[in-house]
């Protein structure tokens, strides 16, 4: 989005409160300036003896970063005052005037955490000589006691601060009025060329948001005129102008008998609800046993189908079975071998087929002993006739 004015008087790139470094810590009262500064006003008021490297900016900002810290180490919040004089951007007003005198019994203590917050080694500190601190009594304990003892305490930490939810509400009130104001000059500077219903709808548009103003404007008189209407007296009590009406026994016992009625037909309608409720089951019930009745009928109809059509194939396989059978023997006793084996290569019957094997190999195996017989015996018959053809050439 192109940086733009928006027309509440910002413009969309200018940071908005919220994008600062987190929330402000929370200001101390102006009435009450004595408890910031809570060491010793007259040390920090009195001029340095001798030369110092420091100059009176720098020794008013290291007397503040002491006394932040010393906040600190009690759990204190920072004033705002007090944070811009650690960063040395102000002067705190209480170390240019001297208040009023604290108690004798605190101003031991404070002097000995000053004195032990600067170093004791030699440094740019220690040439800035401090007032002279009065001895503790003898019944109170050593600074340097009193000190371990406070840092040792549990000292509660200060809860961040949330966002503010105004400061939100205008960040987002300035984003939607820069987008806005940034679609209307896009609107302005359209090209002419632009077909008539696209240069329609952003004409439509146009107008539009110049009458958002004007449209926020009336609502808000409205609102306006309704909260006037709501703040009468009327509105915030109902009976101020109405005459309470006393109630007489005739009201009474009209009103008894109302309610009796009133519980009658409650209990009628509790008793109705509760019987359409019984009967509701009933029905439930009845329409289950029906259901399971009805698929109990159609799984008996299916199995009994099932029966029927595996004894119609049986008997059907059966007829065909004693019909090839009556076929074959007929062929067989025919001496129609062709066909004999064709039916039974049909039936695929693996004992006749091996049968016929069998019978084939036997009699293939005769037929060659017969053969050969034949052979032997014409053979034999040659040799008798050789035999009997030389004797009788001999007997000649």
């Not at 809570?38 to 009176?56: I, K, L, N, V």
């Amino acid at each position: 989005m192109s940086p733009h004015p928006s027309p509440l008087g910002a413009p969309e790139h200018v940071s908005s409160p919220l994008s600062g470094g987190g929330p402000t810590p929370p200001q101390m009262p102006p009435s009450q300036p004595g408890p910031l500064i809570s060491g010793d006003p007259q040390a920090m008021s009195q001029p340095s003896r001798g030369p110092s490297p420091f100059s009176p900016v720098q020794l008013h900002q290291l007397r503040a970063q002491i006394l932040a810290y010393k906040m600190l180490a009690r759990g204190q919040p920072l004033p705002e005052t007090l944070q811009l004089a650690v960063q040395g951007k102000r002067t705190l007003p209480g170390m240019q005037q001297a208040p009023q005198p604290q108690p004798q019994a605190q101003q031991p203590q404070q002097q000995a955490l000053v004195n032990y917050n600067r170093p004791s080694g030699p440094g740019p500190e220690a040439a800035v000589p401090g007032p002279s601190v009065a001895q503790p009594a003898p019944g109170q304990p050593s600074p340097i006691l009193q000190l371990q003892q406070k840092q040792s305490r549990i000292s509660p930490i200060q809860k961040p601060q949330g966002l503010d939810p105004v400061e939100i509400l205008q960040e987002r009130e300035y984003r939607l009025q820069a987008r806005i104001a940034h679609r209307i000059q896009e609107l302005e500077n359209l090209p002419g060329s632009l077909p008539p219903d696209l240069r329609t709808k952003a004409t439509v548009e146009l107008k539009a948001l110049r009458l958002l103003n004007f449209q926020r404007q009336l609502r808000q008189e409205v609102v306006a005129c309704m909260r006037r209407d709501t703040t009468l007296e009327t509105a915030l009590n109902s009976k101020a102008y109405k005459r309470s009406k006393r109630q007489t026994l005739r009201e009474a016992r009209m009103t008894e008998k109302l309610e009796k009625q009133q519980k009658i037909e409650q209990e009628r309608k509790r008793r109705q609800k509760h019987q359409e409720y019984l009967n509701s089951i009933l029905q439930h019930a009845k329409d289950f046993k029906e259901y399971h009745r009805s698929v109990a009928g159609k799984i008996q109809k299916l199995s009994k189908a099932v029966a029927t059509w595996h004894a119609n194939t049986e008997r059907e396989q059966k007829k065909e079975t004693e019909r090839i059978e009556k076929e074959r023997m007929r062929r067989l006793m025919a001496e129609d071998e062709e066909g004999y084996r064709k039916l039974i290569d049909q039936k695929k019957d693996r004992r006749l087929a091996y049968l016929l094997q069998q019978t084939d190999e036997y009699v293939a195996n005769l037929t060659n002993l017969v053969w050969e017989h034949k052979q032997a015996q014409a053979a034999k018959e040659k040799k008798k006739r050789r035999r009997r053809k030389k004797v009788s050439a001999l007997m000649v």
